[in-house]
């Protein structure tokens, strides 16, 4: 088993940044791809971006690409999601997700975070 923990998300104005961090523990051996989607309220989940533990790949969604950078702390078992230029549309709950492959669909991935709030107010 893997455990994913986000770290807290928040209140920010559009135009303003935040960072999420996704603590990994447990079986980490096991996935070899850290991804982020989002589900706002009346939506269904969607990808936002992934990376590989050890290629460090890359993979984003068109929304993001530009405004959104991850990175990965091999050493503390962390992959961040630096979020910039927020925009009022990326008012959702973000997941970490794990898995072994670096796909955009979540069936590709096998645990997940609990999620955490995110809101952009215009």
């Known amino acids: 088993q893997v455990q994913l923990v986000e770290s807290e998300g928040g209140l920010v104005q559009a135009g303003g940044s935040l960072r999420l961090s996704c603590a990994a523990s447990g079986r980490t051996v096991s996935v070899s791809v850290v991804g982020w989607f989002r589900q706002a309220p009346g939506k269904e989940r969607e990808f936002v971006s992934a990376?590989?533990?050890?290629?460090?790949?890359?993979l984003y969604a068109d929304s993001v690409k530009g405004r959104f950078t991850i990175s990965k702390d091999n050493a503390k078992n962390t992959v961040n999601l630096q979020m910039n230029s927020l925009k009022p549309e990326d008012t959702a709950v973000y997941y970490c997700?794990?898995?072994?492959?670096?796909?955009?669909?979540?069936?590709?991935?096998?645990?997940w975070g609990q999620g955490t709030p995110v809101t952009v107010s215009s």
């Open positions: 990376i590989t533990w050890g290629g460090s790949n890359t």
């Open positions: 997700a794990a898995g072994t492959r670096l796909r955009t669909i979540p069936a590709a991935y096998t645990y």
